[in-house]
């Protein structure tokens, strides 16, 4: 298989051509001169230019046939065609996932570069060094910031891969199943980086499951000796880092919205809702607001939360941090009329993922409604998105 591997970058820039046995049909053909082991996905007309253009993720109602025996298997490399059954590029198959394929390279990448088609060991190489490349270019790691997102999913043509840095820790979360086929290979790409010297894995269980990956099949694959807790400066500020914390354990996507709070805050009373470990109220007081309150539910994130105040030997008179529901505080602050100079709203996810909410059925639009209503903007259950919100922001006046 992989000798035929090898053979497919300068034959796939011509749609297979292989010889075959005469009086068979065109699509026999092309089926016939697949390598062992290969499938390919053809889109249905018209499918195609989203996916030309950049989008990885072929949703299977995009596919309209597979071609190749035997059937691809989730985390098998599979060649897409457009509807003329013409390669489009080839990518990583899921059998049960709404994302059939995620594309991994396009036909005009693997025509400049042949090395990487088909091999994802030398693929995440180059993109992982790409990655790093880019961070390197924005000043990432600097002398006030060793914390900072190295692969971020899609925008570093990795779909399914966020790698996070803190410090001399790397933390790998996985969201593809793919993912958790390459582990190895993704771990010896991170390892390659000088300053790295342990690797931690966080696993979203619950989008896993949706890409048909149960928790029992999850491996272990961070050393024993990777510390639990680490400390990290982002843009000058000190911040305590728990690795069982929410998501890889810090928003390291947030840094430049951080540091835009703390340039207008001076002098202005300032509430972080859903502050977590305080991200956004510690910038807050650093750029000179005169009063901080940041609330969140999680006894964890706000014990984090108030050891950043001691790392950074701010004034806890200034900065305060509350255990209380986000919504409940807020009709409270209502009741008082309170208002703040500034207020940062960062919620999770209001709404089930796609999957789970398009299983509720006659639930749909009670849920709509409650998240609509949670942040005070009507969600209409006929838009198809609608039901799929992970992120709404609530509006403050």
Same mark, same amino acid.
């Given at each position: 298989?992989?000798?035929?591997?090898?053979?497919?970058?300068?034959?796939?820039?011509?749609?297979?051509?292989?010889?075959?046995?005469?009086?068979?049909?065109?699509?026999?053909?092309?089926?016939?001169?697949?390598?062992?082991?290969?499938?390919?996905?053809?889109?249905?007309?018209?499918?195609?230019?989203?996916?030309?253009?950049?989008?990885?993720?072929?949703?299977?109602?995009?596919?309209?046939?597979?071609?190749?025996?035997?059937? %691809?298997?989730?985390?098998?490399?599979?060649?897409?065609?457009?509807?003329?059954?013409?390669?489009?590029?080839?990518?990583?198959?899921?059998?049960?996932?709404?994302? #059939?394929?995620?594309?991994?390279?396009?036909?005009?990448?693997?025509?400049?570069?042949?090395? #990487?088609?088909?091999?994802?060991?030398?693929?995440?190489?180059?993109?992982?060094?790409?990655?790093?490349?880019?961070?390197?270019?924005?000043?990432?790691?600097?002398? $006030? &910031?060793?914390?900072?997102?190295? =692969?971020?999913?899609?925008?570093?043509?990795?779909?399914?891969?966020?790698?996070?840095?803190?410090?001399?820790?790397?933390?790998?979360?996985?969201?593809?199943?793919?993912?958790?086929?390459?582990?190895?290979?993704?771990?010896?790409?991170?390892?390659?980086?000088?300053?790295?010297?342990?690797?931690?894995?966080?696993?979203?269980?619950?989008?896993?499951?949706?890409?048909?990956?149960?928790?029992?099949?999850?491996?272990?694959?961070?050393?024993?000796? #990777?510390?639990?807790?680490?400390?990290?400066?982002?843009?000058?500020?000190?911040?305590?880092?728990?690795?069982?914390?929410?998501?890889?354990?810090?928003?390291?996507?947030?840094?430049?919205?951080?540091?835009?709070?703390?340039?207008?805050?001076?002098?202005?009373?300032?509430?972080?809702?859903? #502050?977590?470990?305080?991200?956004?109220?510690?910038?807050?007081?650093?750029?000179?607001?005169?009063?901080?309150?940041?609330?969140?539910?999680?006894?964890?994130?706000?014990?984090?939360?108030?050891? $950043?105040? =001691?790392?950074?030997?701010?004034? %806890?008179?200034?900065? &305060?941090?509350?255990?209380?529901?986000?919504?409940?505080?807020?009709?409270?602050?209502?009741?008082?009329?309170?208002?703040?100079?500034?207020?940062?709203?960062? %919620?999770?996810?209001?709404?089930?993922?796609?999957?789970?909410?398009?299983?509720?059925?006659?639930?749909?639009?009670?849920?709509?409604?409650?998240?609509?209503?949670?942040?005070?903007?009507?969600?209409?259950?006929?838009?198809?998105?609608?039901?799929?919100?992970?992120?709404?922001?609530?509006?403050?006046?």
């Amino acid at each position: 298989m992989l000798k035929n591997m090898q053979q497919i970058p300068s034959r796939f820039m011509k749609s297979l051509a292989f010889s075959s046995p005469p009086g068979i049909t065109i699509r026999e053909e092309i089926t016939y001169s697949l390598p062992k082991g290969i499938a390919m996905v053809v889109l249905k007309k018209g499918k195609t230019q989203l996916f030309k253009k950049g989008s990885p993720m072929v949703y299977s109602g995009a596919v309209d046939r597979i071609l190749g025996r035997p059937p %691809p298997r989730t985390g098998d490399i599979v060649l897409v065609a457009d509807g003329t059954e013409r390669p489009i590029g080839w990518g990583l198959y899921n059998s049960v996932s709404m994302f #059939c394929v995620r594309l991994m390279q396009l036909e005009e990448e693997a025509t400049r570069d042949p090395s #990487c088609a088909f091999n994802m060991k030398k693929l995440l190489e180059a993109r992982i060094d790409a990655a790093r490349e880019l961070r390197e270019s924005l000043g990432l790691p600097s002398a $006030n &910031t060793n914390a900072y997102r190295l =692969v971020n999913s899609e925008g570093d043509r990795l779909s399914g891969l966020i790698v996070d840095v803190f410090g001399d820790i790397a933390v790998i979360a996985s969201s593809a199943a793919w993912v958790e086929k390459y582990k190895q290979e993704i771990e010896a790409g991170i390892s390659r980086i000088d300053e790295i010297n342990h690797i931690f894995w966080r696993p979203s269980v619950e989008i896993l499951k949706e890409e048909g990956i149960n928790s029992s099949e999850l491996k272990e694959m961070h050393p024993s000796t #990777c510390p639990e807790r680490t400390k990290v400066m982002e843009n000058g500020i000190f911040y305590a880092i728990s690795l069982d914390g929410q998501k890889t354990g810090f928003y390291a996507d947030q840094r430049e919205n951080r540091q835009f709070i703390s340039t207008i805050s001076g002098g202005k009373k300032v509430l972080d809702i859903f #502050c977590y470990s305080g991200g956004f109220a510690l910038n807050a007081a650093r750029g000179g607001a005169v009063n901080v309150t940041g609330v969140d539910t999680s006894l964890p994130a706000l014990e984090l939360a108030k050891e $950043n105040i =001691v790392l950074n030997d701010m004034d %806890p008179r200034r900065i &305060t941090f509350l255990r209380e529901d986000a919504m409940e505080f807020m009709k409270g602050a209502l009741s008082r009329n309170e208002s703040w100079d500034v207020v940062v709203v960062d %919620p999770p996810k209001l709404a089930p993922r796609r999957k789970g909410a398009a299983s509720m059925a006659g639930r749909k639009i009670t849920i709509l409604r409650q998240a609509g209503a949670a942040c005070d903007h009507p969600i209409d259950p006929s838009y198809p998105e609608g039901a799929y919100l992970s992120n709404v922001f609530l509006r403050v006046l």
